[in-house]
């Protein structure tokens, strides 16, 4: 980590059980310091930043949903000092075009020899966290200029590929109550998501906090935890935790049972037009395994896959008229999907290497 940050074995390969149990240990207790630091500046949504951080080690990124003054903005870039990451925020309007975004090219002069030359100039999207600032507010011609660099980590711009540099994060705040002038996102676009979080009111007793800590002279002094090339390191162990057999099965029977194609589940077919894709079986087992380090365990349980799934899934599956008329929500057809899918038996094999 960095020398701001508690020490992490550096050469951590699947390693051997000290090893692996000391990264662990230390992988906790970062945790615990991003919370300690993100908690002087923004009160409750301890959910909400737990789910970051498992995002944002998991290499993945995150579409936050909430009604305006929720913190949701001064969240990321708080992480983003917390983490010592370079931050770039786009306030996405009706009209942004996506040079904006990726960058674009100049005509410059070159005073040593009078030739004129085009340059590229870099956009917002060259830092490591970015937050897209009420992403459906955008048509999307501008939304997609994002799709390239949240899926391959390049920006393709006057015939050439900037690589972006690692880690990189992509994290789009939405408003969900207001939708005049604003475009859903398509359906390849939010694939692209890890979560899709809900942002919701604080508490009656940390709304008071929030109010007598912001009315007042309280400064916080941030402290960075990690740098970026440990978040690298990370999601390089992340991959490598071991998980058993019998979660991974889950997880994948878990995201089948919610296509109405393949489903034995009734109220799928009744309400779900389309189900969710293999990403959300990789997320579910990638956001499990990180859920599992971070609370100080060597390897996912199914308990970790449910707890992962209604953000991975919730933006995922797409109900239909029937489920409008009757009242009932998504969250409410994940619930009860994972109440009605079953774990499959253990095997003898204890742990596979994913």
């Not at 301890?46 to 929720?70: K, S």
């Not at 939708?179 to 996102?185: D, F, H, K, R, S």
């Amino acid at each position: 980590m960095s020398q701001k940050g508690a020490s992490m074995p550096q050469g951590s390969n699947s390693g051997a059980g000290a090893d692996a149990a000391q990264t662990i240990a230390d992988l906790k207790q970062a945790r615990e310091r991003i919370l300690a630091e993100v908690r002087k500046v923004i009160v409750g949504q301890e959910r909400v930043v737990d789910e970051l951080l498992t995002a944002l080690f998991c290499d993945g990124h995150c579409l936050l949903v909430g009604v305006p003054g929720l913190a949701k903005t001064l969240l990321i870039s708080t992480l983003a000092r917390v983490l010592d990451l370079k931050f770039n925020r786009v306030q996405f309007t009706p009209d942004l075009m996506p040079s904006d975004i990726t960058g674009t090219e100049i005509l410059e002069d070159d005073r040593a020899t009078g030739r004129r030359a085009f340059r590229f100039l870099q956009g917002p999207i060259f830092a490591n966290l970015v937050l897209a600032d009420e992403i459906n507010r955008t048509p999307p011609k501008t939304q997609a200029a994002l799709l390239q660099a949240m899926q391959e980590k390049a920006v393709t711009a006057a015939g050439q590929t900037f690589p972006l540099e690692p880690p990189f994060f992509v994290l789009a705040t939405q408003n969900p109550i207001e939708m005049e002038g604003t475009y859903p996102l398509p359906e390849a676009q939010l694939d692209r998501f890890m979560f899709n979080i809900h942002v919701d009111y604080p508490t009656e007793e940390e709304e008071q906090r929030i109010v007598e800590t912001t009315t007042g002279s309280y400064a916080a002094d941030l402290k960075t935890v990690l740098s970026g090339a440990d978040i690298v390191r990370i999601q390089s162990i992340m991959r490598r935790v071991p998980v058993s057999e019998h979660v991974v099965a889950y997880a994948v029977r878990v995201v089948r049972q919610t296509r109405p194609a393949q489903t034995e589940h009734s109220f799928i077919k009744d309400w779900v037009s389309w189900g969710a894709g293999p990403r959300a079986s990789q997320y579910l087992v990638l956001g499990a395994k990180t859920r599992a380090v971070l609370a100080g365990r060597p390897t996912p349980a199914c308990e970790d896959v449910r707890a992962v799934a209604l953000s991975v899934l919730r933006h995922r599956i797409l109900p239909n008229f029937n489920a409008e008329a009757d009242g009932i929500a998504v969250p409410a057809i994940i619930e009860k999907l994972l109440a009605a899918v079953p774990e499959p038996k253990e095997k003898a094999i204890a742990g596979v290497e994913r």
